[in-house]
């Protein structure tokens, strides 16, 4: 019995290794896929002309200017 007990938990361990080497594999794509965002964006963002493109069209949407509206309520409660 002492045998299959070792089998077993040979097993089970090489199961655990396979695993954790699958995870590994799968971070390292992760983390390479990050990097190349980044130093993507960064390039990207170190363009003069590409960032007053983004300034303009942010002014455009209106995204930076501080204009507050009153929220008007279209439904008063109850209606008789």
């Known amino acids: 019995m002492k045998n299959s007990d070792s089998i077993h938990t040979a097993n089970i361990n090489r199961w ?3 695993l954790m080497k699958t995870f590994e594999r799968l971070l390292i794509k992760v983390i390479i896929i990050q990097l190349a965002c ?5 390039f990207l963002l170190s363009r003069e002309d590409q ?3 983004l300034t303009k069209l942010s002014r455009y949407e209106g ?3 501080n204009n507050y ?3 008007i309520e279209t439904f008063n409660g109850t209606h008789k």
Do not use: A, C, E, W
């Open 69 to 71: 509206t009153k929220i």
């Open 16 to 18: 655990k290794v396979r």
């Open 38 to 42: 980044l130093f993507f964006f960064q």
């Open 63 to 65: 995204v930076t200017s």
């Open 51 to 53: 960032i007053f493109d």
